[in-house]
């Protein structure tokens, strides 16, 4: 093929992907799609992982759309990153807009019930245990001060 028959912008689950790349690199375009599940998403398409995504055809566009689509059934529960919905209990691997949106539910979730996480969200603080002491400073916070004689 020529480089005039490349598509440059291929779009699977209302996104546009750079078709210039690999098809395994591409698709961590889309939100909630990492490199392992790129991977993995390549191999239930059964397309090669390494071919440039704007060179191949529509069948195989295809068939990686509808391994997106039906990722939850084909892959163990692990391999999710949504095991358990907390409010429907089913198993969900969310991507794109549901995914920003599921994340900002549960961060409002905790602050509603004033868990230690949703505090500390709500006031702009580290979350996950990092030290403050010295680190995530902002304004006229940083450095030390100078005892005055």
């Known amino acids: 093929m020529d480089e005039e028959e490349i598509k440059y912008f291929v779009r699977i689950r209302n996104t546009d992907l750079d078709g210039t790349k690999a098809v395994h690199i591409a698709?961590?375009?889309?939100?909630?799609?990492?490199p392992h599940?790129?991977?993995?998403?390549?191999?239930?398409?059964?397309?090669?992982?390494?071919?440039?995504?704007?060179?191949l055809d529509d069948e195989s566009v295809g068939r990686i759309a509808n391994a997106v689509d039906t990722y939850t059934?084909?892959?163990p529960d692990w391999m999710v990153n949504r095991p358990k919905d907390v409010y429907t209990g089913e198993i969900r691997h969310l991507l794109g807009n549901d995914l920003t949106m599921m994340n900002d539910d549960d961060v409002n979730r905790m602050r509603k019930?004033?868990?230690?996480?949703?505090?500390?969200?709500?006031?702009?603080?580290?979350?996950r245990g990092q030290r403050?002491?010295?680190?995530?400073r902002t304004g006229t916070t940083?450095?030390?001060?100078?005892?005055?004689n």
């Open 113 to 127: 019930m004033r868990s230690y996480r949703g505090i500390r969200h709500e006031t702009g603080q580290k979350v």
């Open 37 to 55: 599940t790129s991977r993995t998403i390549t191999a239930l398409a059964a397309v090669d992982p390494h071919a440039v995504l704007g060179k």
């Open 73 to 75: 059934e084909q892959v």
């Open 132 to 136: 403050t002491k010295s680190t995530g």
């Open 27 to 34: 698709l961590t375009g889309i939100k909630g799609i990492g």
């Open 142 to 148: 940083v450095g030390v001060k100078r005892k005055k």
